[in-house]
């Protein structure tokens, strides 16, 4: 059973479409990541789902419910913001029991969800300080826990590890995942970051422009993007784009510059016909160096211009096809700035776009 349904939702602030026609169904139990640039509608839907928005057209179901019009106190939700927005007079304790008293829970019902959302967020030496004597993870870790305590079936996450430092979203991030496995609750997630969606959502919405451009697991979105869009917003760093033309025949190749590549093995949506223009996209990971280049489908030497350290690996940048090209390799076999290399890859892996429409070939 679908937990949150979206159903042809859009939105207008006048004239501006900002949500166009959107369909979700997030399956119970799901961890389901609304993923974009700022500006794209993400956390727009999440505000119309919440019921903080009213939308201009469309339904929205929570748990069977139709919520279109409900206020968000009656939609059976539990939301953290990008803000902590905790009460700096009140302690832990009183910002997690606040809501509750509010609605008038039993003292007992309170103590035991505010001592077990403690628990599960590893806050209890917590609970007597004030917002302002806590670490950003500590108070981020509170906001969780004030929607933990409401005892709902779906949570709405919106950025809310975005005014952490990296070591600290890096940690939280562990820790939602690991909230996620043991209340396996349904979770719609909204963050501009790629490496959060990835690792954390069961599937992942892509979203430009008030629309979804691809809804997939995070494996099909990384290896087979539907357009251009999606596949240089998935990926660090950025996917390798070369513009070029396709020649026809029985196995299509790819023409840039003085560059040629056979498309074999290359799963085509339809094939395309001879000089068509397109785009082929080459994820640096997945460009081997040396000795490994030797054993794949398409070779070609090249010059290092730039090496980028990166700690446990290396970012190399050459020219391929008369086009910047990037590539990763292992720091303990880096090349050299000036060098000539043998790099290769295989083209079964690669992405073709139609460089017109940018829909994947």
């Known amino acids: 059973m679908a937990s949150v349904v979206v159903r042809d939702v859009s939105l207008n602030f006048g004239a501006v479409e900002v949500l166009k026609s959107l369909n979700i169904e997030v399956e119970q139990g799901e961890f389901l990541v609304l993923l974009g640039p700022s500006g794209c509608g993400k956390s727009t839907l999440l505000n119309c789902i919440a019921g903080l928005l009213d939308v201009t057209d469309g339904q929205i179901f929570i748990n069977g419910k139709n919520v279109t019009w409900e206020q968000p106190k009656d939609r059976g939700i539990g939301m953290v913001f990008q803000s902590y927005a905790l009460y700096p007079q009140m302690s832990v304790e009183g910002n997690l029991s606040f809501g509750l008293k509010n609605q008038r829970l039993p003292a007992d019902e309170i103590a035991e969800r505010v001592k077990r959302a403690s628990e599960i967020l590893q806050i209890e030496p917590l609970l007597k300080r004030r917002p302002s004597a806590l670490s950003g993870g500590q108070r981020q870790r509170v906001a969780i826990g004030r929607a933990l305590v409401r005892d709902v079936d779906v949570f709405l996450f919106d950025e809310p590890l975005s005014n952490l430092d990296a070591k600290l979203r890096n940690e939280l991030r562990v820790e939602i995942k690991r909230l996620h496995q043991k209340l396996a609750n349904t979770m719609v997630y909204v963050t501009h970051d790629q490496i959060e969606a990835m690792t954390l959502a069961d599937r992942i919405a892509v979203m430009r422009n008030g629309i979804i451009q ?142 017109h429409t940018d829909i994947r070939l």
């Open 214 to 355: 691809q809804l997939d697991a995070p494996q099909a979105i990384y290896s087979r993007p539907v357009n251009r869009f999606v596949a240089g917003f998935i990926g660090s760093p950025g996917m390798n784009f070369l513009e070029g033309t396709i020649e026809g025949g029985a196995t299509p190749r790819f023409n840039a510059g003085d560059t040629t590549i056979d498309t074999k093995g290359y799963e085509f949506a339809d094939k395309p016909e001879t000089g068509t223009k397109a785009v082929f996209g080459v994820r640096p990971e997945h460009v081997m160096l040396g000795e490994a280049a030797r054993a794949m489908p398409y070779t070609s030497e090249v010059d290092i211009e730039i090496v980028e350290p990166m700690g446990s690996d290396t970012l190399a940048w050459t020219r391929l096809g008369g086009q910047n090209f990037t590539f990763r390799t292992d720091s303990e076999y880096a090349p050299k700035e000036g060098e000539k290399v043998l790099i290769g890859f295989d083209p079964a892996r690669a992405s073709l776009f139609d460089a």
